[in-house]
């Protein structure tokens, strides 16, 4: 596979579940990026890894919890979600600050 | 803070016709400037982008888009569209602090009547 892929594309859950969102980077790029995008609310950056670190928290609440274990992957670990929270989730890579590129998402569902 | 707008929620246009999607940003330094498409259901793809040099910029699918440091605009246009076009457009600017942190505008949702 190229680019960036996300798993899964669609996860419906219950308020008391637990999932991780993942994403794999095929691009050698070194930063990733956790987006937020609700209806009728722009894109909203939640997290950002460069080189495996943790380099931007957007005052995102306790219940996401990101994980990036290596240049490649990056994950979305959820936990006792609102209904609000049901958005699609993008996740993107770049190489330093160039340009960033987008994962198809993965359409959450909070019951 | 940065910030951009894009005025214009929907816009229909005729198949054929010439399109202009207005994007207009408030930063304090030179900005890097970029346009993504998204089709229903998924991800972003990069139409172009601007970061110095020529200020008329060509993307992909005929799309080209203009800075105007003067307006502090980034417009994109292209001559002219094709139904495959629909779909929603997102101008975002960046800035370059470790890693490129992308503030997006609300988009703008293209309509394309046969």
């Known amino acids: 596979e190229t680019g960036v892929t996300q798993t899964p594309r669609h996860l419906v859950m219950g308020m008391t579940n637990k999932k991780s969102l993942k994403c794999e980077q095929h691009?050698?790029?070194?930063?990733m990026y956790w987006y937020k995008q609700s209806a009728k609310k722009p894109l909203e950056l939640m997290f950002v890894?460069?080189?495996?670190?943790?380099?931007e928290n957007n005052s995102v609440p306790s219940r996401f919890s990101p994980e990036c274990p290596n240049s490649s992957h990056l994950f979305l670990h959820l936990h006792t979600l609102q209904p609000e929270d049901s958005a699609l989730y993008l996740c993107?890579?770049?190489?330093?600050?160039?340009?960033?590129?987008f994962g198809p998402g993965t359409r959450l569902t909070v019951l | 803070a940065q910030s951009v707008t894009q005025p214009d929620i929907h816009i229909t246009v005729s198949e054929g016709a010439s399109l202009e999607l207005r994007c207009n940003y408030s930063?304090?330094?030179?900005?890097?400037l970029f346009w993504y498409v998204q089709s229903p259901g998924q991800g972003l793809q990069l139409l172009l982008k601007?970061?110095?040099?020529?200020?008329l910029v060509q993307g992909i699918k005929g799309f080209e888009a203009e800075f105007k440091r003067s307006q502090s605009s980034f417009n994109l246009r292209k001559p002219s569209v094709h139904w495959s076009d629909a779909a929603e457009y997102f101008c975002?600017?960046?800035?370059?602090?470790?890693?490129?942190?992308?503030?997006f505008g609300g988009g703008t949702r293209l309509m394309v009547k046969p």
């Open positions: 993107a890579s770049s190489y330093d600050s160039h340009t960033q590129y």
């Open positions: 691009l050698g790029h070194n930063a």
């Open positions: 890894y460069s080189l495996e670190e943790r380099v």
């Open positions: 930063y304090g330094a030179t900005p890097y």
């Open positions: 601007y970061f110095s040099g020529d200020t």
């Open positions: 975002a600017v960046g800035r370059n602090n470790a890693g490129n942190m992308l503030t």
